[in-house]
T-cell receptor, first 114, second 113 residues
Framework: KQEVTQIPAALSVPEGENLVLNCSFT??????LQWFRQDPGKGLTSLLL?????REQTSGRLNASLDKSSGRSTLYIAASQPGDSATYLC?????????????FGKGTKLTVNP | EPEVTQTPSHQVTQMGQEVILRCVPI?????FYWYRQILGQKVEFLVS????????KSEIFDDQFSVERPDGSNFTLKIRSTKLEDSAMYFC???????????FGAGTRLSVL
C-alpha cells in the first residue's frame, strides 16, 4: 500500500529565503506526482505535475524534482514571500492497475515571515 | 480561468440524515472524483467516476455513499445516513483524462451533529 510522507510537518522562514520541501513515497511504481497548495479552510490548488518519466518541472519561482527510484520528490521555492504561506501537499498516482486515485501526504505547513 | 464549483460551502446536519453534496466540474472534463479530509488528517480518495460509472472506489466508499451525474453539468455525492465520523471537508475534483492533472474545488465542510 502506497504511503506518502512529508517532512518537515511545519517550516517557518524569513521572507526572501530559498527553501525546499520534501516528499517521499514507499512504492516507486508511480504514474505521476502532483504538488498542491492548500490555504486554511480552502481547496487545493494544483502547482506542478511531474510525470514518472520526468526529472523536474518548473513554474515561476517553483521547481519540483522527482527521483522515482529512491521514492523522493522535492519542491524548491525561490525567494519566498509572505504570500507563499500555506500548506503544501504532495500526492502520487500509482502506476499499477490503471489507478486514478491520488494518494496524499499530510503536508508541510509553511510560514514566511515578513 | 475555469474552476470546479462546490455547493454548499458548509453543511450542518443531524446524525442519520441524508445529505447531498454538489459539484460542477470544469466543463470539458470527463473524469470526476470525490475526496475527503477529516480535520488534521490526510486528504483521502473516495471515488472516481467516468462515463456514468464508478471507475474506482476506496474502502471508505461503502453502501452509505453514492455518486451521480444527474445532468450534463452536476456531479453529486450522497451520504444516505450520516454518522458523526462523516464530519469532514469533502472535495470534488475533475480531470480531462485519466491520470492527468486533477483540479479541485474549494470543498464542502460537512458537520454532523
Amino acid at each position: 500500500k502506497q504511503e506518502v510522507t512529508q517532512i518537515p510537518a511545519a517550516l517557518s522562514v524569513p521572507e526572501g529565503e530559498n527553501l525546499v520541501l520534501n516528499c517521499s513515497f514507499t512504492d516507486s511504481a508511480i504514474y505521476n506526482l502532483q504538488w498542491f497548495r492548500q490555504d486554511p479552510g480552502k481547496g487545493l490548488t494544483s502547482l506542478l505535475l511531474i510525470q514518472s518519466s520526468q526529472r523536474e518541472q518548473t513554474s515561476g519561482r517553483l521547481n519540483a524534482s522527482l527521483d522515482k527510484s529512491s521514492g523522493r520528490s522535492t519542491l524548491y521555492i525561490a525567494a519566498s514571500q509572505p504570500g507563499d504561506s500555506a500548506t503544501y501537499l504532495c500526492a502520487v498516482i500509482g502506476a499499477q492497475g490503471g489507478s486514478e486515485k491520488l494518494v496524499f501526504g499530510k503536508g508541510t505547513k509553511l510560514t514566511v515571515n515578513p | 480561468e475555469p474552476e470546479v464549483t462546490q455547493t454548499p460551502s458548509h453543511q450542518v446536519t443531524q446524525m442519520g440524515q441524508e445529505v447531498i453534496l454538489r459539484c460542477v466540474p470544469i466543463s470539458n472534463h470527463l473524469y470526476f472524483y470525490w475526496y475527503r479530509q477529516i480535520l488534521g488528517q490526510k486528504v483521502e480518495f473516495l471515488v472516481s467516476f467516468y462515463n456514468n460509472e464508478i471507475s474506482e472506489k476506496s474502502e471508505i466508499f461503502d453502501d452509505q455513499f453514492s455518486v451521480e451525474r444527474p445532468d450534463g453539468s452536476n456531479f453529486t455525492l450522497k451520504i444516505r445516513s450520516t454518522k458523526l465520523e462523516d464530519s469532514a471537508m469533502y472535495f470534488c475534483a475533475s480531470s480531462t483524462a485519466r491520470q492527468n492533472i486533477q483540479y479541485f474545488g474549494a470543498g464542502t465542510r460537512l458537520s454532523v451533529l
